[in-house]
């Protein structure tokens, strides 16, 4: 099992356009995409809390609201300093990253946890608890909007290739986090 940071990029690396838009995603969701494979290798997800409640690229389909679009199903941890006071099915909201982390992996079992969010996965590769990186990378330029990996100053961090899948419109990157 792995703690794999999830996620599809546009070309000049960004996962949401301005302002967390995710409607540009619209246009590239196909079933031809190799998000199968990812959802069955999924055990349970660790979620920032601006992904939870941020824009939805399957807004206004019966998908709207469900992790990848629907059809998957599992355990959620959503990373917040203001845990809600109303429960919501299937999901635990969690005020601490290596309790979330924690709780994720025992949730996942013998599969991998998604961490979906930018900042989350950052603070991950900070603690020294992602291991791996898969990344779709999507035919389109944004300009502007949230960068798949930032760090104010710069900061490298060595990834290693393991696998790349083409798919009509699109190549993802199956890359482990060299520590
Ligand atoms: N292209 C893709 O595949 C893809 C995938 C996922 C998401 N996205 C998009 O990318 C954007 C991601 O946004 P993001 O990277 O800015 O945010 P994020 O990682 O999704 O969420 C950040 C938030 O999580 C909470 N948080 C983070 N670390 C925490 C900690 N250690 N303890 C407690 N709470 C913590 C905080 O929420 P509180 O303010 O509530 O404390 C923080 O504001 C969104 O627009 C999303 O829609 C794209």
């Known amino acids: 099992m792995a703690v794999q940071y ?10 949401a356009g301005p302002g967390g838009d995710m ?31 941020g824009d939805d690229p399957h807004k206004g389909t019966e998908h709207e609201g469900e992790p990848y679009g629907g059809g998957w199903e599992g355990r959620q941890f959503v990373l917040t300093h203001r845990i809600p006071e109303r429960p919501v099915p299937g999901v635990t909201f969690v005020d601490d990253l290596e309790r979330a982390v924690a709780a994720a992996r025992e949730a996942a079992g013998e599969k991998n946890v998604g961490v979906l969010g930018a900042q989350v996965a950052a603070q991950c590769i900070e603690a020294g608890l992602l291991d791996e990186v898969y990344v779709t990378v999507l035919p389109v330029l944004l300009g502007d909007g949230v960068r798949l ?8 961090v060595r990834l290693e290739q393991l696998r790349t899948v083409t798919t009509p419109g699109a190549t993802s990157l199956l890359l482990r986090v060299v520590r």
């Open 149 to 156: 990996f930032s760090h104010p100053g710069g900061r490298s």
């Open 6 to 15: 999830q996620c599809a990029m546009s070309l000049d690396g960004f996962i």
């Open 23 to 53: 409607g540009w995603m619209a246009g590239y969701l196909s079933p031809d995409t190799s998000a199968g494979d990812l959802m069955a290798g999924t055990g349970a997800l660790l979620v920032g809390r601006r992904t939870f409640g």
